[in-house]
């Protein structure tokens, strides 16, 4: 059973192509979507969070864990794996999905790479170290904070949409390769080949993750094992919101969704979604 992490929606769209590539794993979907957007969020805040949902995974039964969400890829990753995976060769792994990203950019690209992502995946400049790490390409990163907002809200078909994503793609310059650096953009995919310049190439890194996914299992077998390609989700969000949001993102029925809540610093599992309403004390 592989377990995948998001901070909300988006990471269904690597589950799409995760599936794809693995039919027969079991997977369990965790999306943070109560405590969504990351992008705007501080460092210290992403790592809590990203503690508590890799964690919850690990307590599922997961022994090996998908970091879907490129913010938390590209700012908690290392701390990820060295709070719960210090071993390499221990029982449990956790894997993101910058470096295979950067790896299908650099396969791609002519030798002038852009990359569009929310506000913290772009501040990190991770993506352009690890491109570094590969080749001589030139890294021109764009962060996009109205993207995935409009893509939440359903909006992601609209005029809404076609402007905002042409604004952004217009400070690009001379790039020959586009990196969709967040898991909600492939639906704003169509908008994106529509607004770049003739000749430049869209890459939505999903089935370059999954493909990727697959290699490291075949050179590291024995932390999952074939099942029913069953799927469980899980939110920290109003469950019936993430489902229906969701098929939006996974392309096809997401089974019932489980909700979990903070407690006491622990993701906890609960019958029902607490609203709180007016001012709080605790």
């Not at 990351?38 to 790592?47: A, S």
């Not at 990203?50 to 307590?59: D, G, I, P, S, Y």
């Not at 005029?159 to 042409?166: D, F, P, T």
Request: glycine share 10%; net charge neutral.
């Amino acid at each position: 059973m592989i377990g995948v992490y998001d901070s909300g929606f988006g990471g269904l769209t690597v589950l799409k192509t995760l599936r794809t590539a693995l039919p027969r794993h079991d997977f369990v979907f965790l999306g943070d979507s109560g405590r969504a957007p990351y992008g705007g969020r501080d460092v210290d805040t992403v790592l809590d969070f990203a503690e508590q949902c890799v964690e919850r995974l690990f307590e599922e039964g997961c022994r090996l864990v998908v970091v879907a969400c490129h913010t938390v890829s590209c700012v908690a990753l290392r701390h990820l794996q060295r709070r719960y995976c210090p071993n390499p060769c221990g029982p449990r792994r956790i894997l993101g999905v910058t470096i295979p990203a950067a790896e299908a950019a650099v396969a791609l690209s002519d030798g002038h790479i852009g990359v569009i992502g929310t506000t913290r995946t772009i501040a990190s400049g991770t993506f352009a170290t690890e491109v570094a790490k590969l080749g001589p390409h030139r890294v021109t990163a764009l962060a996009a904070p109205l993207l995935a907002p409009i893509v939440e809200e359903g909006w992601d078909e609209t005029e809404i949409a076609k402007l905002a994503v042409a604004r952004y793609v217009a400070g690009f310059g001379d790039i020959d390769t586009l990196v969709l650096s967040c898991t909600h953009y492939p639906l704003l995919l169509a908008a994106f080949e529509a607004a770049v310049r003739p000749g430049v190439r869209v890459l939505d890194p999903s089935p370059a993750i999954a493909q990727s996914l697959l290699a490291w299992l075949q050179r590291h077998p024995g932390y999952t094992e074939e099942g029913t390609g069953a799927i469980r989700t899980m939110c920290t969000g109003d469950p019936e919101s993430f489902r229906r949001n969701g098929e939006r993102f996974l392309g096809s029925p997401l089974p019932p969704t489980q909700h979990v809540e903070e407690e006491r610093g622990s993701l906890a599992h609960r019958d029902s979604v607490r609203v709180r309403v007016g001012q709080i004390v605790r």
